[in-house]
Nanobody
Framework: VQLVESGGGSVQAGGSLRLSCAAPGFIFRDYYMGWFRQTPGNEREGVATIYTGGSSTWYASSVQGRFTISLDNAKNTVYLQMNSLKPEDTAMYYC???????????????????WGQGTQVTVS
């Protein structure tokens, strides 16, 4: 399974971006799909996760109310809508997937075993 992220870029503070994560030829049925981010020298941080088998979502407190994770079943694509972006949101953003369980927590990178290559988000 290959996850392909897109939608990153440069934006001014207060702006918005929408990231997309697709897996050509694979259907995310009953999977946890997450977005993580990482800056140089720091650990990968969980941003948002969605369970494709239901409607459960989880968010990091730092993005709660600004970011929204969603799933388009018809397009087999997971999105991360990012609004009111701040310079501290600057990072490489990764899409990840796991069938579960997520005993370590739905925002823990160690719970996920399929990763994309990442897309850079820069907020100035």
């Amino acid at each position: 399974v290959q996850l392909v992220e897109s939608g990153g870029g440069s934006v001014q503070a207060g702006g918005s971006l929408r990231l997309s994560c697709a897996a050509p030829g694979f259907i995310f049925r009953d999977y946890y799909m997450g977005w993580f981010r990482q800056t140089p020298g720091n650990e990968r941080e969980g941003v948002a996760t969605i369970y494709t088998g239901g409607s459960s979502t989880w968010y990091a407190s730092s993005v709660q109310g600004r970011f929204t994770i969603s799933l388009d079943n018809a397009k087999n694509t997971v999105y991360l809508q990012m609004n009111s972006l701040k310079p501290e949101d600057t990072a490489m953003y990764y899409c990840a997937a796991t069938f579960g369980p997520v005993a370590a927590g739905p925002l823990k990178s160690t719970a996920f075993d399929i990763w994309g290559q990442g897309t850079q988000v820069t907020v100035s």
